[in-house]
């Protein structure tokens, strides 16, 4: 069975680069292992073993973490140039996922073959469509069918995400349309999960679940809008989260 991940600012931010800047880099490391241990003690997952994607590409490539992989990793967290990261369920007790603050992960798993995709999903990886390209990777690499996909965006920054002007990352107008708007004040208002959702339907998916927690409003969740001066200047929310995605270890 696929578990879902998502820590919060349960276990403590689950990067070295938002944590106190007095801290050595050999102190970040210990600090982050400790935190992802108690995360797996939580969630049912090996904390040593969980692994992300640089997204170097940001064209869709993506890599597969397998057991002759995660045995020449043991404490997970390498460098993987691609997009996306691929695991099936013969790969247990290892998480696939990422550290985000407003940006959502988007998880899609093939429910009968058992292979799960996940990619992070900035708002500029939204805008070249890397939502799509998460199935994509699942058909290219496993012949994946849509109609046995299920898609799962994590939590993210609600409809209030907002810029003072149209944010440059936004080069694809038309697709943006009705996940930008602007206000009377001329604020512009951000919908990542409205954008995701066309992109995602567009693409024939249609079994999608969206964990609707705002991470700008969440007590529970780091949030880079709500840590900025610009935003709510609010310090206790700068940090990162973890959202991923494993299967359970069978015992």
């Known amino acids: 069975m696929l578990s879902y991940v998502e820590t919060g600012n349960r276990f403590g931010t689950m990067n070295t680069g938002t944590m106190p800047k ?63 990261l691929i695991i099936t369920d013969k ?20 429910i009968k073959q058992k292979v799960c995709a996940i990619a992070h999903c900035s708002a500029e990886l939204i805008d070249k469509k890397m939502p799509m390209m998460v199935a994509d990777a699942l058909v290219e690499a496993y012949g994946s069918k849509d109609e046995d996909i299920h898609a799962y965006i994590s939590a ?19 697709m943006w349309e009705k996940g930008i708007e602007v206000d009377d004040n001329g604020i512009f208002r951000i919908n990542l999960r409205k954008v995701i959702d066309m992109q995602l339907k567009e693409r024939k998916l249609y079994d999608i679940y969206y964990n609707k927690k705002d991470t700008i409003t ?13 935003g709510l200047n609010d310090q206790s929310k700068y940090g990162r989260n973890f959202a991923g995605a494993f299967y359970k270890a069978k015992y």
């Not at 993210?156 to 038309?174: F, H, I, N, Q, V």
């Open 22 to 84: 007095e801290l050595s880099k050999e102190e970040k490391n210990i600090k982050l292992m400790e935190h992802r241990i108690a995360a797996g003690k939580e969630f049912g997952f090996d904390g040593r073993k969980m692994f992300m994607a640089d997204q170097k590409d940001k064209r869709g490539t993506y890599f597969n973490i397998t057991k002759e992989y995660v045995e020449a990793n043991p404490n997970g967290w390498t460098d993987i140039k691609e997009d996306i």
């Open 91 to 110: 790969v247990r007790g290892v998480v696939i996922g990422h550290p985000v603050a407003d940006c959502p992960v988007v998880i899609m798993h093939d």
């Open 156 to 174: 993210c920054a609600g409809p209030d995400w907002t810029y003072d002007k149209y944010p440059s990352w936004a080069t694809d107008k038309k």
């Open 218 to 230: 969440d007590p529970e969740f780091y949030s880079n809008s709500a840590a900025s001066p610009y």
